[in-house]
């Protein structure tokens, strides 16, 4: 009976769904084929490609989710814009965290959309891949992707014909990785997210325009940065070689399947340069740089650059700084659960149009298991969601603080 009862909750709920975002597709036909791809993605079938999850729907041969992936009339943007409103209002919450990265596709041949040899920190090797900028979006109450761009190399956008090929629009130039991020941070900003955080890795974290960006935009970061990173001059390792032992403290970055997530932390406050950090004569935002030493591997430290409201805490900027993790949680389950690296699609539309649809399917399994988690009903997920992987003050110190940039100071506690 409880089984039953979950089934029929998590089947209104994806009815619910379909329906916030049926008016995307035009034709009734077009809704079913779009409700069994999206149930295929959801289900356990082996590997989720075109026959197999035709196989799933009933379907004679795969032809009819081709076309919804490649030809038929919809837009997979307006179904994002959807989908970021239906996370926003089922997991958002005013301190949400906007988590930037990318992630490979490891793909055969030249003509998939974007494909080359290139470095994918998936595979961690240079391979024959595709590459996406993603944007997560983290609550305390759950998290899910939210915003994706593929990543289109110069070996496509210089060559329009290779382009025009894989249907990618003419006026898609190159543009970096950096930049895409730009965008996905602009369209959450745009969107029905609360947001007041965006966390990214040192390929994002080291690019001044992205930090500029989101300074301006009126949210705070902790993004990493590598350890060459200048800050005011002098590398970013070199400031914290200077730290004290009692510059270090022992706080948790939060919890990890072997429980909290603890590592010494060290702050250091930065000049104040910019007009948008002040109201009137009165400085209201506040770098700082931030270093994270492994405890039982000091060797081991990580760099990142933080701006946040002055009465933040170091702890709540490490509590940012933890979940950007969070991202990569989210890769691992919707590739596992709901296909979104299974695709067999080349052109530039079918790329968009799955993995839409994929992350659509992973943010319903996304909000299932929060709210089964706020009923304290876990255990009543039916199978195959019962393997979703959702189930589960400091002090700083200062480095010359002033409107204008000035010589590395000494380490000094500050409140």
């Given at each position: 009976m409880i089984?039953?009862?979950?089934?029929v909750?998590w089947?209104?709920?994806?009815?619910?769904?379909?329906?916030c975002?049926?008016?995307?597709?035009?034709?009734?036909?077009?809704?079913r084929r779009?409700?069994?791809y999206?149930?295929?993605?959801l289900a356990?079938?082996?590997?989720?490609?075109?026959?197999?999850?035709a196989?799933f729907?009933?379907h004679?041969?795969?032809?009819?989710?081709?076309r919804?992936?490649n030809?038929?009339?919809?837009?997979?943007?307006?179904?994002r814009?959807?989908?970021?409103a239906y996370v926003a209002?089922?997991?958002g919450?005013?301190?949400?965290?906007?988590v930037?990265?990318?992630?490979?596709f490891?793909?055969?041949?030249?003509?998939?959309?974007?494909?080359?040899?290139q470095?994918?920190?998936t595979?961690?090797?240079?391979?024959?891949?595709q590459?996406?900028?993603?944007?997560a979006?983290?609550t305390t109450?759950?998290?899910?992707?939210?915003?994706?761009?593929?990543y289109?190399?110069?070996?496509w956008?210089?060559?329009?014909?290779?382009?025009?090929?894989?249907?990618?629009?003419d006026?898609?130039?190159?543009?970096?990785?950096?930049?895409?991020a730009?965008?996905?941070?602009?369209r959450?900003l745009?969107?029905?997210?609360?947001?007041?955080w965006?966390?990214a890795d040192a390929a994002?974290g080291q690019e001044?325009?992205?930090?500029?960006?989101i300074?301006?935009?009126?949210?705070g970061?902790?993004?990493?940065v590598p350890k060459s990173q200048?800050?005011?001059?002098?590398?970013?390792d070199h400031l914290?070689?200077q730290?004290?032992?009692?510059a270090?403290e022992?706080?948790?970055?939060g919890?990890g399947?072997?429980?909290p997530?603890?590592y010494?932390?060290?702050?250091l406050?930065?000049?104040?340069v910019?007009?948008f950090?002040?109201?009137g004569?009165?400085?209201?935002?506040?770098?700082?740089a931030l270093?994270?030493?492994s405890i039982?591997k000091?060797?081991e430290i990580?760099?990142f650059?933080?701006?946040?409201?002055r009465e933040?805490t170091?702890?709540d900027?490490v509590?940012?700084?933890?979940?950007?993790?969070?991202?990569?949680?989210?890769?691992?389950?919707a590739?596992?659960?709901?296909?979104?690296?299974?695709?067999e699609?080349?052109?530039y539309?079918?790329?968009?149009r799955?993995?839409?649809?994929a992350?659509l399917?992973?943010?319903?399994?996304?909000?299932?298991?929060?709210?089964?988690?706020?009923?304290?009903?876990a255990?009543?997920?039916p199978?195959p969601?019962?393997?979703?992987?959702w189930?589960?003050s400091?002090g700083?110190?200062?480095?010359?603080?002033a409107r204008?940039a000035k010589?590395a100071g000494?380490?000094?506690?500050?409140?």
């Amino acid at each position: 009976m409880i089984d039953e009862y979950a089934d029929v909750t998590w089947e209104r709920e994806l009815d619910a769904l379909f329906l916030c975002i049926g008016h995307r597709f035009g034709r009734a036909d077009l809704r079913r084929r779009m409700r069994d791809y999206v149930r295929g993605l959801l289900a356990p079938v082996g590997r989720k490609n075109g026959w197999q999850l035709a196989e799933f729907a009933g379907h004679r041969t795969p032809d009819g989710f081709q076309r919804l992936l490649n030809a038929a009339s919809w837009d997979a943007d307006d179904v994002r814009d959807d989908l970021q409103a239906y996370v926003a209002e089922r997991l958002g919450e005013d301190g949400g965290v906007l988590v930037i990265d990318d992630t490979g596709f490891v793909k055969k041949g030249t003509t998939s959309a974007g494909v080359q040899r290139q470095y994918s920190g998936t595979a961690g090797r240079t391979e024959n891949c595709q590459i996406g900028v993603f944007a997560a979006y983290a609550t305390t109450r759950g998290r899910a992707l939210v915003d994706r761009e593929l990543y289109l190399p110069k070996s496509w956008t210089d060559d329009r014909e290779r382009c025009r090929a894989a249907k990618v629009p003419d006026e898609r130039a190159f543009a970096t990785k950096g930049q895409l991020a730009k965008r996905l941070v602009l369209r959450a900003l745009a969107s029905d997210l609360p947001l007041a955080w965006v966390a990214a890795d040192a390929a994002y974290g080291q690019e001044g325009r992205f930090r500029r960006l989101i300074e301006q935009s009126g949210l705070g970061y902790v993004l990493a940065v590598p350890k060459s990173q200048q800050v005011f001059g002098p590398r970013i390792d070199h400031l914290f070689a200077q730290a004290p032992d009692e510059a270090w403290e022992t706080i948790s970055c939060g919890d990890g399947a072997k429980g909290p997530r603890l590592y010494h932390w060290a702050a250091l406050e930065l000049p104040t340069v910019a007009e948008f950090d002040y109201q009137g004569d009165t400085p209201v935002r506040r770098r700082r740089a931030l270093a994270r030493r492994s405890i039982s591997k000091p060797d081991e430290i990580a760099y990142f650059l933080a701006y946040a409201p002055r009465e933040t805490t170091v702890a709540d900027l490490v509590r940012v700084a933890g979940t950007r993790w969070q991202i990569e949680e989210c890769f691992q389950a919707a590739k596992n659960e709901c296909g979104l690296d299974q695709y067999e699609v080349r052109r530039y539309v079918g790329w968009y149009r799955h993995i839409t649809l994929a992350m659509l399917a992973h943010a319903y399994l996304a909000v299932m298991a929060t709210d089964a988690a706020e009923k304290g009903a876990a255990e009543t997920l039916p199978a195959p969601w019962h393997r979703s992987p959702w189930q589960k003050s400091a002090g700083s110190w200062r480095f010359a603080p002033a409107r204008t940039a000035k010589p590395a100071g000494r380490f000094a506690r500050t409140p």
